[in-house]
């Protein structure tokens, strides 16, 4: 089993609204990630979670607050975006992060708009 | 600063042909490398990885190919299926490091 999931599937919310995306994994991984995509391009890394730690900070606007509970769930807290945040946000998961030869696997992505 | 490039935005190719896909990276200290696949609105799918170790992985109809001296990896499907139309995604990391994404390239495999 290699599936992450991730809630909403769609958000659509206004520049003052305060909403949380939500990610979980129960393939034992002990890193998770979090990613923005735009359309045709790449996705670009955010946030990095080792051992429910946070190891990585992409120098993300603080308008974006990650928070992982515990070892499977991963949020991402968002507060006071703007228009140009709207974007797929992408969920991911390896065994840990940085080893060797490791796979990232990705959840479906919620797709957010920001009006 | 791009460490992995996918030079080839769009490709089009005939059902039962072979889909060549291109990646070259600039880094010589990535180890591994992956191939995603992703459906419009969805996330990215792992499809296939090697180590750098290796020169070719195969999987099925899906076959990657590492020419490290030349920095360059390819991804062969054949044959090719409409359902293999998507964006392909290559992908380094160099161990203790994040993943370096391409930009993508948009295979239309016609029926």
């Known amino acids: 089993d290699t599936e992450v999931t991730q809630t909403p599937k769609h958000l659509v919310m206004g520049m003052t609204n305060k909403k949380s995306l939500k990610c979980e994994q129960h393939?034992?991984?002990?890193?998770m990630y979090w990613y923005k995509q735009k359309a045709k391009k790449p996705p670009e890394l955010m946030f990095v979670y080792s051992y429910e730690k946070l190891s990585i900070n992409e120098s993300v606007p603080s308008r974006f607050s990650p928070e992982c509970p515990n070892s499977s769930l991963l949020n991402l807290h968002l507060h006071a975006l703007q228009p140009e945040d709207s974007a797929l946000y992408l969920c991911?998961?390896?065994?840990?992060?940085?080893?060797?030869?490791?796979?990232?696997?990705f959840g479906p992505g919620t797709r957010l708009l920001v009006l | 600063d791009q460490q992995v490039k996918q030079n080839s935005p769009s490709l089009s190719v005939q059902e039962g042909r072979i889909s060549i896909l291109n990646c070259d990276y600039t880094n010589s200290m990535f180890d591994y490398f992956l191939w995603y696949k992703k459906y419009p609105a969805e996330g990215p799918t792992f499809l296939i990885s090697?180590?750098?170790?290796?020169d070719k992985n195969e999987d099925g109809r899906f076959t990657v190919f590492l020419n490290k001296s030349a920095k360059h990896l390819s991804l062969h499907i054949v044959p090719s299926q409409p359902g293999d139309s998507a964006v392909y995604f290559c992908a380094a990391s160099e161990t203790g490091n994040q993943f370096y994404f391409g930009t993508g390239t948009s295979l239309t495999v016609i029926p």
């Open positions: 991911a998961s390896s065994q840990v992060s940085g080893g060797s030869q490791e796979t990232q696997y």
């Open positions: 393939m034992g991984h002990r890193a």
């Open positions: 090697i180590s750098s170790i290796k």
